[in-house]
């Protein structure tokens, strides 16, 4: 009985999207929603695990860090692969600069250039960096490297300290460059069958520029650079 | 699949004589390996060269890194389980199923947490479905570089999904009113986090423990994953540790910094998930060039992630004109669909290319087409129409029309 009711509760709310709602599958009248299996999550398990953070700051913990102290981190932890200054060390990815290139043939797509939200940083430093040891700082190291990434992209000054109050009142420069609606299809080809069109000129050809690893034989492990 | 074991014809006239007729084989006359001499089997030797291949200069590391299906090989709908292209963020875990656990928790009446056993008893669901990373041919905005079918469209692989679907598991715990969203994340060293809608999540998305039949493969999410059927491949979170119910999108990682489109004014397109209707020929392609003039059975793969495949069309002079080509049955929604037509081809040089058009009428579109609105910079979502330039001596490269 319990489990109808909840069922009923979805549909009204839900089919505002772009898709066809479907409800949600009772298989059987009787036991439909409810098996009872699993055991019951307790605050202590969901605080352990729950580490996601919001751009309105839901999520981010107690602690705090300048910086100053980021940037120390940083050289500990971060700049032998993204450079004492975010700049990318090889194919590392680049954590600062590129303001401005959005629109360009070369567009350089960075924390400061691109990203829309702070707290997508703090977030992301949290749960994966650095690369090769996951989920290993402290809050107040994971804030005060948040901190000094914002500051070398200009986007707080160097007495920024930054918290679970001051983080969500970042305005990141890019944050309005986002579209959030999928405007496809954005393309109308017509299914032609004969005589479709005039001439055909090949522009660009693959062969001869010895970018593809080998397709035959064993694992190529070469740089063709 | 059907590899490097044609190549022994080239000796048939010299070493292996006694192998054909009228001689009598080796085989034939001696007995083989017994029962489980492979407890676990594997492809014969002669197929060691089909495997998946990485590109080497693509990426900083193989842990954060791809690999390409050998799509060449491959003559069914269904991707073998150790052919399936992989995408990894922080390695591929090794995980313990029974130490692992899935919590779901956030806007329900009853957040849970569940064994790998207690999921298994859920009632399932098994779906043919493609997973394709939105990267897929994304090296080839600016001109052609891969001269290689496996490099350019094998980011696309298709299973026999098993699992609870998820609207299941939300009917388990109940969702409060205000839930509208729900996060998945991994249990790898990325923790890797997508926001899905809750529209898609109870329509079709499956929590996901069995590939083909069997448990999943460590590289494609063991023990339990999401398929968020026809989206874009890093929606269907791997390794899966945890979903949480939210009123409102996470903004991670994943879909701000990554799997968002720039446009050519400098704006981005965000949550764009679906994945557009593609088709690619398999055969002939760079890695099967054909032999001399005569009769071939051109061979592809059509997919879209927005239902069925309707039609695919084919064309040998770059797009001038049509041919319909046959469907194969199984026709799935969002699952990988073979097609072929038959060509006698007179040793002339030829453009090839296959057109897919899908139940919703979208037709797949023209390379220029797609840059005139996306330019070269996005990255994600290059469903364009391939051209394979077939050269008078049966090889065969990847090109671009002007």
């Given at each position: 009985m319990f489990s109808l009711v909840r069922s009923f509760r979805y549909p009204a709310g839900l089919c505002f999207g772009l898709w066809m709602c479907t409800l949600p599958m009772t298989a059987t009248a009787e036991s439909a929603?409810?098996?009872?299996?699993g055991e019951t999550a307790t605050k202590a398990q969901i605080a352990g695990w729950d580490i996601d953070v919001r751009?309105?700051?839901?999520g981010l913990p107690d602690g705090s860090g300048s910086v100053d102290e980021g940037m120390k981190v940083f050289e500990t932890?971060?700049?032998?692969?993204?450079?004492?200054?975010?700049?990318?060390?090889?194919r590392y990815p680049k954590l600062a600069g590129g303001d401005?290139?959005?629109?360009?043939?070369?567009p350089e797509k960075t924390?400061?250039?691109?990203?829309?939200?702070?707290?997508t940083l703090w977030d992301y430093i949290h749960r994966a960096m650095p690369f090769f040891a996951p989920?290993?700082?402290s809050n107040d190291q994971v804030y005060a490297l948040t901190a000094y990434v914002l500051n070398l992209n200009y986007i707080?000054?160097?007495?920024f300290v930054a918290n679970k109050d001051t983080l969500p009142t970042v305005k990141m420069?890019?944050?309005?460059?986002?579209?959030?609606?999928d405007p496809r299809p954005d393309t109308d080809n017509k299914r032609c069958m004969?005589?479709?069109?005039?001439n055909v000129t090949?522009?660009?050809?693959?062969?001869?520029?010895?970018l593809t690893p080998s397709t035959t034989g064993p694992l190529d492990e070469g740089l063709t650079e | 699949m059907v590899g490097s074991a044609f190549s022994g014809f080239a000796k048939r006239a010299s070493?292996?004589?006694?192998?054909y007729p009228p001689g009598i084989p080796a085989w034939t006359r001696s007995l083989g390996a017994g029962v489980?001499?492979?407890?676990y089997g594997m492809p014969?030797?002669?197929?060691?060269?089909v495997i998946r291949r990485n590109?080497?200069?693509?990426?900083?590391?193989?842990?954060?890194s791809v690999s390409f299906s050998p799509l060449q090989h491959l003559k069914g709908i269904i991707t073998p389980n150790g052919l399936f292209f992989e995408r990894h963020h922080a390695g591929r875990p090794e995980i313990d199923p029974q130490q692992h656990r899935l919590m779901i928790h956030g806007l329900v009446e009853r957040p849970i947490i569940l064994s790998m056993e207690d999921l298994q008893r859920f009632p399932s669901v098994s779906q043919i479905h493609f997973i394709e990373?939105?990267?897929?041919?994304?090296?080839e905005w600016r001109g052609a570089q891969m001269n290689s079918l496996q490099f350019l469209h094998g980011m696309v692989s298709c299973a026999q999904w098993t699992g609870v679907r998820l609207s299941t598991l939300m009917q388990e715990v109940g969702i409060r009113p205000e839930g509208k969203w729900v996060l998945a994340e991994g249990?790898?060293?990325?923790?890797m986090t997508r926001s899905i809608p809750l529209e898609k999540v109870m329509d079709d998305v499956i929590v996901a423990y069995a590939q083909n039949g069997e448990a999943l493969r460590p590289e494609q999410g063991y023990p339990v994953r999401l398929v968020v059927p026809?989206?874009?491949?890093?929606?269907?979170?791997?390794w899966l540790r945890r979903l949480e119910v939210g009123?409102?999108?996470?903004?991670?990682r994943e879909e701000t910094s990554k799997y968002t489109d720039l446009m050519p004014d400098g704006t981005a397109r965000g949550f764009t998930w679906i994945m557009d209707a593609k088709s690619v020929i398999t055969s002939p392609c760079p890695e099967m060039p054909l032999k001399g003039k005569g009769i071939y059975q051109i061979e592809g793969l059509a997919w879209s992630g927005r239902g069925r495949v309707k039609a695919v069309d084919i064309s040998m002079d770059g797009g001038r004109n049509w041919q319909k080509a046959q469907l194969q049955e199984p026709?799935?929604?969002k699952a990988l669909t073979r097609f072929a037509l038959e060509w006698n081809w007179d040793g002339k040089p030829a453009l090839l290319q296959s057109r897919v058009v899908d139940e919703t009428g979208y037709v797949q579109p023209t390379l220029a087409q797609l840059k005139a609105v996306r330019?070269?910079?996005?990255?994600?979502?290059?469903?364009a129409i391939q051209t394979w330039q077939l050269n008078a001596d049966g090889s065969v490269d990847n090109v671009q029309l002007g």
């Open positions: 929603g409810h098996y009872g299996y751009p309105d700051g839901k932890y971060c700049s032998s692969c993204h450079g004492a200054f975010g700049e990318g060390m090889g401005g290139t959005l629109a360009d043939d070369r924390v400061g250039s691109y990203w829309p939200y702070a707290s989920q290993s700082l707080v000054d160097g007495d420069p890019n944050e309005d460059g986002f579209i959030w609606q004969h005589a479709c069109k005039d090949v522009s660009d050809s693959a062969a001869n520029k010895n | 070493a292996a004589e006694t192998q489980v001499a492979d407890p014969s030797p002669f197929e060691k060269g590109v080497p200069w693509l990426t900083a590391e193989k842990k954060s990373c939105p990267a897929n041919g994304g090296m249990a790898d060293g990325a923790a026809g989206w874009e491949g890093n929606t269907n979170v791997k009123d409102k999108p996470w903004m991670q026709v799935i929604s330019g070269t910079s996005s990255i994600y979502h290059k469903n």
